[in-house]
């Protein structure tokens, strides 16, 4: 089965950066998109930015400029450097993967999430 298994989050204080990783694992084939999601405490779940095979990104615009998102030669990790943290970006980071599979179907991946808290 596919894991998706995150990394990187951590206590930072505002202005400070984080890379967060997302590895994945129990496929050798190419995932369509990846992405990285964020949940505020008290709030839902929302998208941060988007990786799709041929390397295109789209991003919130609330991390425009500050964030970049990545993905290594597998395209089966994606990296998100946040930089410029600020308390606003506080939350619970989620990777996110989609793959294709045989017979024109699609099979949707999440992680349990990697903790990021700015504080001064």
């Known amino acids: 089965q596919v894991q998706l298994v995150e990394s990187g989050g951590g206590l930072v204080q505002p202005g400070g950066s984080l890379r967060l990783s997302c590895v994945a694992s129990?496929?050798?084939?190419?995932?369509?998109?990846m992405a990285w999601y964020r949940q505020a405490p008290g709030k839902e779940r929302v998208l941060v930015a988007t990786?799709?095979?041929?390397?295109?990104?789209n991003y919130a615009d609330s991390v425009k400029g500050r964030f970049a998102i990545s993905r290594d030669k597998t395209k089966r990790s994606v990296y998100l450097q946040m930089d410029k943290l600020t308390p606003e970006d506080t939350a619970l980071y989620f990777c996110?993967?989609?793959?294709?599979?045989?017979?024109?179907?699609?099979?949707?991946?999440w992680g349990q999430g990697t903790p990021v808290t700015v504080v001064s």
């Open positions: 129990g496929t050798s084939s190419t995932f369509e998109t």
């Open positions: 990786a799709d095979r041929n390397g295109d990104t």
């Open positions: 996110y993967a989609e793959l294709f599979v045989p017979f024109d179907m699609r099979r949707r991946y």
